[in-house]
């Protein structure tokens, strides 16, 4: 197993490596574990490849996260792996502190995770607990280093900063006529980061979890 071996095995399930790293004692990953892998849906095409999928055509909720248990679950066992979500706690795995940990996802000026090449659109469907220690590439700058921060005036409520998210104010906007373009397209501020508008990702993806977020 090497890294791009675990890249070419995560695009064939429409799914990006973000993120990896060798968990110490404190960092609650499985016994054994030499490395922690984070997955996230691959861009183009993930929402255009899950509509053709069981999860998206059977009428059960919770599709995106099914899709994730059975995929990721497959990928494990290809890849002699122990798979690790984000949903079906308690008790909850620890993906934020995780996802910090790979050096590839960092806490952005709107307190969001930023990643170099998904921005403020990082999201994440699993993990995988590789038996090996496998050697990983060094870790992109955070991309908000040279960055003039439009994320923190995007949020027409100023929900969003580095002190933490004002999740009350963020449903009172939603519930409005001008929140519909967030609930349309998505955050306005994870809009605004200029890696998102570099990442493809469809807006019917954004829409989807904004109604999941909302509800």
């Not at 861009?43 to 509509?51: K, Y």
């Not at 620890?94 to 930023?114: M, N, Q």
């Not at 908000?144 to 005036?153: G, H, I, K, R, V």
């Amino acid at each position: 197993m090497d890294y791009d071996t675990l890249i070419d095995a995560a695009a064939d399930c429409q799914l990006s490596v973000v993120g990896a790293f060798h968990p110490g004692p404190d960092d609650m990953a499985p016994d054994g574990t030499g490395t922690l892998v984070i997955l996230a849906p691959r861009e183009p095409g993930f929402w255009r490849h899950l509509q053709t999928q069981p999860e998206a055509q059977d009428g059960a909720p919770d599709m995106v996260d099914r899709w994730s248990a059975r995929t990721i679950g497959a990928l494990a066992i290809q890849l002699r792996a122990e798979p690790l979500f984000p949903f079906g706690g308690p008790p909850w795995h620890p993906f934020i502190t995780w996802a910090k940990r790979t050096g590839s996802i960092h806490a952005s000026p709107v307190s969001l995770l930023v990643h170099d090449r998904q921005g403020l659109m990082v999201s994440f469907r699993g993990a995988l607990a590789l038996r090996e220690r496998i050697d990983l590439p060094p870790p992109p700058l955070t991309p908000c280093l040279l960055c003039a921060a439009p994320c923190e005036t995007a949020c027409p409520v100023d929900a969003l900063s580095e002190d933490g998210y004002d999740t009350s104010a963020c449903h009172s906007f939603l519930d409005t006529q001008d929140g519909a373009d967030c609930m349309e397209n998505g955050c306005k501020a994870r809009r605004a980061c200029p890696v998102s508008q570099r990442f493809d990702r469809d807006p019917a993806q954004s829409a989807y979890h904004m109604r999941h977020f909302h509800r």
